[in-house]
């Protein structure tokens, strides 16, 4: 009988290349590996592809999922304005939902009997991977070979070179644990672990810092239609194209760093970097398109599901029933926020300087203006003010009649 197939999530990196050698030595398994691109900067996808092979995959597959990880998981992120505790914007969370998809078709189209990551037993990616494969696909198996083997970086260094698995980085050096695609870019790990410790300069590599930011500022236009942004300085692209152009831009005026303690879903506080000049300008950009377009009570209504969205998201649940609920509730909130929104870049700061919208702009410079042509009548204010202030007088003159003092 043949060995039963697992497909694993490859990323073409140390962890998972010796990740496929050890399943077939530990679990019997033939292993599948599939790599996606989702923005993460690699140059040569066949050469990963090869090396799948080279570590001893059955068959190894690569899928430029850039486009579909733009309209699919970046669109509803960037309607959504999903920040983790207010500051993250999910790089990592939004990926593994679309591995996720891609593996769960793999194991289907080959009859494979399950999946496999390989994510170490401490971080929220396991848990993506895991509660994603099984609300897609309960019928299959989640494999952990880096959780199960539990072993140091070092050793995992020493167990591929000692077996000629051709890892990547032969050196014990790389001090950063990376990840990385269109929406951003993560550092954990090394010195990165003392919260104390400024992070040095050699973790960016899509920001400069602002001493090297240049001194004048630098304009981007974005027009938006239903929430999205379609053009950049009057010229349209498509979102992923637009994503990485933004990013580009705003990282070279030193926008989008952050470093932040983080709770993970595991219990555990971390120490994380991230850069993400695109990500932070773009909700920038559309937020204030939204205050320009949105109903008040709408606008209220959304800000306050837009933190429990990004949790949901944040904790794997990107395919449950309440995000997929919000998503629909924001679509639709965002069916009118079209318009355009200048954003300066300068010296670590993406700052919204103008907005305006031809169709949806619920900003009325005849009730607003303090000039000449006041539609607004004031008149009906006196009135408004004391039925507003009527329940609170209520309370304050029985307050008082108590004889208690306010
Ligand atoms: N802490 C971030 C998150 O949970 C980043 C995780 C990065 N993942 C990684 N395997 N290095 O989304």
């Known amino acids: 009988m043949s060995k039963p197939t697992v497909v694993l999530a490859y990323s073409g990196g140390l962890d998972t290349s010796v990740a496929i050698r050890w399943l077939q030595e530990h679990r019997d398994v033939d292993v599948i590996a599939l790599a996606i691109d989702v923005g993460q900067g690699v140059d040569d996808l066949d050469e990963i ?6 570590c001893g995959a059955v068959e190894s597959l690569v899928v430029d999922a850039r486009e579909e990880f733009a309209a699919e998981f970046l669109a509803p992120a960037l309607r959504a304005n999903a920040l983790y505790m207010g500051k993250y914007p999910l790089v990592s969370a939004l990926s593994r939902p679309l591995i996720v998809k891609h ?25 993506r991977f895991e509660v994603g494969t099984m609300t897609l696909a309960p019928e299959l198996d989640t494999l952990a070979p880096i959780r199960d083997w539990g072993l140091t970086r070092d050793a995992a260094i020493d167990w591929a070179n000692a077996r000629d698995i051709p890892i990547p980085i032969k050196k014990k050096s790389s001090p950063y644990s990376i990840d990385e695609n269109s929406w951003g870019r993560t550092a954990e790990c090394g010195i990165l ?42 010229r349209e692209l498509p ?27 595991v219990g555990i506080k971390s120490r994380e970097i991230y ?33 429990r969205y990004a949790q949901l998201v944040y904790n794997g649940q990107w395919f449950g029933p309440l ?33 305006r919208s031809d169709d949806s702009a619920l900003y009325d410079l005849d009730l607003a203006t303090y000039d000449e042509g006041d539609l607004f009548d004031q008149s009906l204010a006196e009135g408004f003010v004391k039925l507003w202030g009527l329940p609170l007088r209520t309370w ?9 003092t306010l």
């Open 49 to 54: 592809r090869q090396r799948g092979l080279d």
């Open 103 to 127: 593996l769960v078709r793999v194991a289907r189209e080959r009859g494979a009997a399950g999946v496999a990551h390989g994510c170490t037993g401490k971080g929220n990616d396991q848990v």
């Open 193 to 234: 672990e003392d919260p104390w410790a400024a992070p040095p300069e050699d973790v960016y590599e899509r920001t400069v810092s602002i001493d090297e930011a240049p001194a004048d500022a630098e304009e981007l236009v974005l027009r938006f239609v239903a929430g999205l942004p379609v053009a950049l300085d009057g």
């Open 239 to 265: 979102l992923h194209e637009l994503v990485d152009e933004v990013d580009r831009r705003a990282g070279a005026h030193g926008v989008g760093r952050l470093d932040m303690i983080e709770d993970r879903l």
């Open 275 to 307: 850069e993400v000049p695109g990500a932070l300008t773009l909700i920038t950009a559309h937020r204030d398109l939204e205050d320009l377009t949105l109903e008040k009570e709408l606008a209220e209504f959304k800000r306050l599901i837009e933190g």
């Open 323 to 355: 995000k997929q609920a919000f998503d629909r509730f924001i679509e639709e909130s965002n069916r009118a926020v079209n318009g355009e929104v200048r954003v300066r870049l300068h010296k670590g700061s993406a700052f919204v300087v103008g907005r």
């Open 396 to 404: 304050a003159a029985t307050t008082q009649r108590r004889g208690e």
